[in-house]
C-alpha cells in the first residue's frame, strides 16, 4: 500500500485559490489512478478530479473549469489546484491511489470557503 499524506487545505473567501498537494510514499507514476474526492458533514463523498497513469483527467461537472488536477512524478505528488472557490466547495478532501492490487486513502484536508 502506499501512504498518502494530503496538505494545503486552509480558510479562504468565495472566489479565492487554493492549491492541495497529496504526497505518497512511493512511486505514482504506475498507480493508475489517482483522484481527489471531498465530503461535506452529512454527505456522501464524492469525485472531484481524477487522473489515469497516462494522463487523462475526469472532473465532476461542479468544479469543471475551476478544479485542475495535475501531478509530479518525480516529486510523487499530485495537486488540486482550485480556482473561483465557492462556499458550496466547503468539504474534507481527500487523495486516493487506486490500482488493481491497492486502494489508499490519505487522512484529507480541510477546505472551508467564507461568503
Known amino acids: 500500500q502506499v501512504q498518502l499524506v494530503e496538505s494545503g487545505g486552509g480558510l479562504v473567501q468565495a472566489g479565492g485559490s487554493l492549491r492541495l498537494s497529496c504526497a505518497a510514499s512511493a512511486s505514482i507514476s504506475s498507480i493508475s489512478l489517482m483522484a481527489w474526492y471531498r465530503q461535506a458533514p452529512g454527505k456522501q463523498r464524492e469525485l472531484v478530479a481524477s487522473m489515469t497513469s497516462d494522463g487523462s483527467t475526469n472532473y465532476a461537472g461542479s468544479v469543471k473549469g475551476r478544479f485542475t488536477i495535475f501531478r509530479d512524478n518525480a516529486k510523487n505528488t499530485v495537486y488540486l489546484q482550485m480556482n473561483s472557490l465557492k462556499p458550496e466547495d466547503t468539504a474534507r478532501y481527500l487523495c486516493?491511489?487506486?490500482?488493481?492490487?491497492?486502494?489508499?486513502w490519505g487522512q484529507g484536508t480541510q477546505v472551508t470557503v467564507s461568503s
Open positions: 486516493n491511489a487506486w490500482s488493481s492490487w491497492m486502494n489508499s
